[in-house]
């Protein structure tokens, strides 16, 4: 399935953004949905991942409590809503996709991935 993330900008700290992720050509009710982010010079990081009911989700550490995933399966999109910024938040934001119930937080069990979002988050 191929995807498409939207919606990075710049924000200040402590501001709001949210991040959609889209498939062009089917539906992704069937699909767990994960976002991972990449700052540079650093390793890919799990960020939020949701289960294709939208009824499961598990988050990476640095963004529990600021960060909420959720999805419209009416409408297709995976949303991403970033909270209390921080200026470490700063990176290319990538969704991926895995067909099935299985939701995991690694980057390599992934097969379908979007183009990346840059947010950055000033000081």
């Known amino acids: 399935v191929q995807l498409q993330a939207s919606g990075g900008g710049l924000v200040q700290a402590g501001g709001l953004l949210r991040l959609s992720c889209a498939a062009s050509e089917r539906p992704l009710y069937r699909y767990s949905v994960a976002w991972f982010r990449q700052a540079p010079g650093k390793e890919r990081e799990f960020v939020a991942v949701?289960?294709?009911?939208?009824?499961?989700?598990n988050f990476g550490e640095s963004v529990k409590g600021r960060f909420a995933i959720s999805r419209d399966n009416a409408k297709n999109p995976v949303y991403l809503e970033m909270n209390s910024l921080r200026v470490e938040d700063t990176a290319v934001y990538y969704c991926?996709?895995?067909?099935?119930?299985?939701?995991?937080?690694?980057?390599?069990?992934?097969?379908?991935w979007g183009q990346g979002t840059l947010v950055t988050v000033s000081s």
């Open positions: 949701i289960s294709g009911s939208g009824g499961n989700t």
């Open positions: 991926a996709a895995r067909l099935g119930l299985v939701m995991p937080t690694t980057p390599a069990l992934y097969a379908d």
